[in-house]
């Protein structure tokens, strides 16, 4: 296999429809990677294999989805021309990887993961935690190394899977020679854009939680939630102080306002260094800033909402893309495990 300068690799899981939290945490930095030529080859993947560890009871959902976050991603402006957007499970040869990987790790190991511990806790698994998911980490090492990917855009809490990964492809090298490439990860740009709090002010944005708002949501549904947000609890009437932390208003300003804004939507003020303290002073009411809110948020829904319906119409085109990406995924991820397989001295290799 050639041996590529910068090869990223990134995905989601198909749960649900694509919602803002990923927008401003992965998708608008994944299409500026893109745009920006910066790599030799980027792959998307929609991780259906992995959704099904703890989706297992219900395939039906994660294969609906599918075609879900394939119509997310190109809608936000992923290029399959420039990009390879393929299907997990589409390519067996991860599984292989997979398995070959379990005997370099080992379950106390997976168990400390802190990643994994609080998905864990948060799915209320306790002590029935399915094998599948409690291994996943070692799946995503074999998606990571097996297009050889360097480069891998997460968000913080993703950081302990990602040295996971790099241990298990160092044991590797270690035991078999140097195959694997060992990945760095690429962070949010700002702190802001690590994780976007939910509507309703939880730290998480979960569609389990009903604290979404999705990237396919309508005009008057996105205004709905945006007027219902959480703001500050203490600021009751307009002329009292407000104060901006732990405010969800002012948190989804600073992942989406730009000066320019302002101009159009909001004219008495010139950016958001002076709303936040005209609310900070006391005498802004919760109700302007949120219209201002909706108004920007509109203004980056609307296109990929325009391009979504326009690609809904023609869902044997999305498809298509999710054929030819995984096929040519596949024929790459098929060269990495003939060189395990080499490196690893099995029967015919």
Known sequence: MNNMNNVILTGDRPTGRLHIGHYVGSLRKRVELQDSGSFDRMFVMIADTQALTDNFDNPDKVRQNIEQVALDYLSVGLDPSKVTIFVQSMIP????LTF??????TVSRLNRNPTVKA???MRNFDSSIPAGFLCYPVSQTADITAFKANLVPVGEDQLPVLEQCREIVKKFNDTYGDVLIEPKAILPDSEICKRLPGTDGNAKMSKSLGNCIYLSDSEDDIKKKIMSMFTDPLHIHADDPGHLEGNTVFIYLDAFCEDHHFAEFLPDYSNLDELKDHYCRGGLKDVT??????????SVLNPIRRKRLYLEKNMAYIHDILKSGSEAARSIASETLYEVKKAMHLYGY
């Open 93 to 96: 040869e991860l599984t292989e």
């Open 100 to 105: 070959y990987y379990m005997n370099l790790v």
């Open 289 to 298: 800033v949120k219209l201002f809110l909706n108004d920007i948020l509109q």
């Open 119 to 121: 998905e864990i806790q």
